[in-house]
């Protein structure tokens, strides 16, 4: 009974939120003709993927660093890249932070690392977006926008801020030692999925290593957890090339995120 009244209220509750936070139709028309991964997905997964936008509107804090305006159209365009991974797995994975913090360009960034002396050094480090840990989420703009995303579709390595800093947030809990695992329940998928990841990197790394040109950004050479993250923009981003390129590595992210962007 309780339980019922409960879930009564709760989609009540819903349907209110994608009223209140409903994506206008020309701007969702926008948005899609911005990013062509997004427009190339079948009906359903674009339906759902505007529901699930409204209700990240809804349940997220924008805030513009230095003054900078954060426009519906640039809020719209975040919150449809970052709903991706969760298309099928729900806004829950989200729920650690609550603000999105945008800058104008790259930040830099102080960073303090302890050697194996135990003496702390300092570093500066220029910064396009990172995923909240112990500050918020934090993303760069001129990385993001249409033109930038529009330069970095053809030949280039595949190149997605906001699908990277988001795919990082499933696998911050990983355990030491298994960098670029997200908490799977399965047993029988999480081994998989680690000896899949290890041989892939394996053969990403001998790649780049050769010079060969890759469609994961060579960039997740630097370890595991960054070759998971920038894996995760292709699969997003260019779903079709990767299943031609790291086709076991595709067929376990479909496998994870519940979703086949190769098929729209
Ligand atoms: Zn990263």
Redesign the pocket.
Known sequence: MIGGLLQRWREHRERKLLERFAIAEPLWQLTLAHYPFLARRDDADRAELRRLCSLFLASKEFHGARGLPVTDEMAVAIAAQACLPVLRLGLDWYDRFLVIVVHEGEVVATREVMDEDGVVQVYEEPVV?E?PGAGPMMLAWNEITPEASHRLEGMDPVYNVVI??F??IFTMDAPEGAEGLPPIADKALRARWQATMEAEWDWFCGQVDAGAPTLIDP?GESSL??FY??AVEAFFVAPRELLAEQPRLYRLFVEFFRQDPARG
């Open positions: 977006g995923a990277h800093e795919a990082h960039y957890e960054e993250a920038v």
